[in-house]
């Protein structure tokens, strides 16, 4: 297992804009951080102003010249914003032509006709899981709503044992699979490989997914007995479509980025010599841009047209797709302005300093630093990009494969313990007409157990790679 180490020590520390010791930089980022929180939960500011400010008042208090500070801020979210900017796009872009065509319906009617009684909640979780690799957490369950809703009242089932699968399968991918915007800002941080850790990711989500999922929801269900909440069934895209694209076409143009994306990390492995024509075409087509761009082209094809839209509507479908991203983007390009504060601050260089004598591993002071931020600000994404922010300088000794887990534990500490400041909390409350209690009592344990199983199989992980 990695563990914090001397060695690490001789990677050449980027130079800090600020000669501050350590007592007044550990003051800094509790003061940044302290910003941030406040901001978010007593004033009700949005995540990206937090951010900004609280990279100022984080440079201010390290006595760094403030010009400097702001050109870090600045320079983070721009490499952050060029990084993973195109990327959250194509994926919002994805989702939209996922949900409008009625392909995420199509695959949601197919699976549930096969499965029934105690197959069902695994059918939910099979269905969170392939409709969440291209969505944002928020849109899937906005999308999922309506057949849980329905599943539970049609069926009789408790709507936590219906519910709870559809929302763990939604919250591992966010966390942990790229393109997702968390892990691709972790990924980019520590300078990852992205087709190693989609697969330790899918590794680690599957036992994951199943705990969290399906085997959880028996508890949650005896502890909060709730029937379906007793108003409307949101429409679904498709009841408006006169036909929709088949199964078998839309979980292939689905599934399309991630198999382009693990071929490229497979040949990486099997071939290992950059010269080699075979590496240089996986290079490119299974990197995440052309991944995902090849998706969307294929998915006007296989989704748009069987659905029977026209050039028009699927221009506007576009147009649609990307406007809704326009906070997750500045949210994740502030994280990144944050993230490069702390570093040129000389935080991430302060970190290593500390904990050289320490005997905790470096996997679990990742995680252990993401739980803190996410507890603190409520948001997995702001959690993810700061918390690989402080422990890049970890990554400088790492194996490839190591580097791979320190992403996924960030992503699992990224998810522990929903509560109020947190929006996804108040999302499921409201839609499943649950008191804050009960939501505590189901939501907040489900996401714990993701963050903690997680964390364990990536430790596990870490012994035998």
């Known amino acids: 297992m990695t563990r914090l180490s001397v060695e690490m020590l001789a990677a050449d520390p980027v130079q800090p804009i600020t000669s501050a010791g350590h007592a007044q930089l550990g003051i800094a980022v509790l003061a940044g951080i302290a910003v941030i929180v406040l901001l978010i939960t007593k004033f009700k500011l949005h995540a990206f102003l937090a951010l900004t400010i609280g990279s100022l008042a984080l440079g201010?208090?390290?006595g760094a010249p403030l010009d400097k500070v702001i050109t870090s801020f600045t320079t983070g979210l721009g490499a952050t914003v060029a990084s993973v900017g195109v990327l959250i796009a194509l994926g919002a872009v994805l989702g939209k032509l996922l949900a409008d065509s009625g392909g995420a319906d199509q695959i949601v009617d197919t699976i549930l006709a096969k499965a029934g009684g105690r197959a069902m909640p695994w059918a939910m979780v099979l269905i969170a899981s392939v409709i969440g690799l291209p969505l944002f957490f928020e849109v899937g369950i906005v999308l999922l709503i309506p057949v849980v809703l329905m599943v539970a009242r049609r069926g009789n089932y408790s709507l936590m044992r219906i519910g709870i699968p559809a929302l763990a399968g939604l919250s591992v991918m966010h966390g942990l699979i790229p393109p997702h915007p968390g892990p691709l800002v972790a990924?980019?941080?520590?300078?990852?490989?992205?087709?190693?850790?989609?697969?330790?990711g899918i590794l680690v989500a599957i036992p994951t997914v199943i705990i969290a999922g399906?085997?959880?929801?028996?508890?949650?269900?005896?502890?909060?007995?709730?029937?379906?909440?007793?108003?409307?069934?949101p429409q679904r895209p498709s009841?408006?479509?006169?036909?929709?694209?088949?199964?078998?076409?839309?979980?292939?143009?689905?599934?399309?980025?991630?198999?382009?994306?693990?071929?490229?990390?497979?040949?990486?492995?099997?071939?290992?010599?950059?010269?080699?024509?075979?590496?240089?075409?996986?290079?490119?087509?299974?990197s995440p841009l052309i991944a995902l761009l090849a998706a969307v082209i294929v998915g006007i094809f296989t989704l748009g047209r069987p659905a029977?839209?026209?050039?028009?509507?699927?221009?506007?479908?576009?147009?649609?797709?990307?406007?809704?991203?326009?906070?997750?983007?500045?949210?994740?390009?502030?994280?990144?302005?944050?993230?490069?504060?702390?570093?040129?601050?000389?935080?991430?260089?302060?970190?290593?300093?500390?904990?050289?004598?320490?005997?905790?591993?470096?996997?679990?002071?990742?995680?252990?630093?993401?739980?803190?931020?996410?507890?603190?600000?409520?948001?997995?994404?702001?959690?993810?990009?700061?918390?690989?922010?402080?422990?890049?300088?970890?990554?400088?000794?790492?194996?490839?494969?190591?580097?791979?887990?320190?992403?996924?534990?960030?992503?699992?500490?990224?998810?522990?313990?929903?509560?109020?400041?947190?929006?996804?909390?108040?999302?499921?409350?409201?839609?499943?007409?649950?008191?804050?209690?009960?939501?505590?009592?189901?939501?907040?344990?489900?996401?714990?157990?993701?963050?903690?199983?997680?964390?364990?199989?990536?430790?596990?992980?870490?012994?035998?790679?």
């Open 60 to 62: 201010a208090v390290a």
């Open 187 to 200: 990924i980019d941080a520590v300078k990852a490989n992205l087709g190693v850790t989609l697969a330790f």
């Open 214 to 233: 399906p085997v959880f929801s028996r508890f949650a269900a005896r502890w909060v007995d709730v029937p379906a909440p007793d108003r409307m069934i």
């Open 239 to 286: 009841e408006d479509l006169e036909r929709r694209p088949g199964f078998g076409a839309t979980l292939a143009t689905v599934l399309l980025p991630v198999v382009l994306m693990l071929l490229k990390a497979l040949v990486d492995i099997v071939v290992d010599d950059p010269e080699q024509p075979i590496q240089r075409v996986f290079d490119v087509v299974g």
């Open 308 to 465: 029977g839209l026209g050039k028009e509507r699927i221009s506007g479908l576009v147009e649609k797709g990307l406007a809704p991203i326009a906070g997750i983007l500045l949210i994740v390009g502030a994280g990144g302005g944050f993230k490069q504060t702390l570093i040129d601050c000389g935080v991430g260089q302060m970190i290593l300093d500390i904990s050289k004598d320490w005997s905790i591993p470096a996997l679990v002071l990742a995680w252990l630093i993401a739980v803190a931020i996410r507890l603190a600000t409520g948001s997995a994404t702001v959690a993810t990009v700061s918390a690989a922010g402080l422990v890049a300088p970890l990554a400088a000794d790492m194996s490839t494969a190591h580097t791979s887990l320190l992403v996924l534990a960030i992503g699992a500490g990224s998810l522990f313990f929903s509560h109020v400041n947190d929006a996804g909390f108040w999302l499921v409350k409201e839609y499943f007409g649950l008191s804050v209690g009960q939501t505590v009592k189901t939501w907040s344990v489900m996401e714990t157990i993701i963050s903690v199983v997680a964390g364990a199989l990536v430790l596990l992980l870490s012994l035998v790679v």
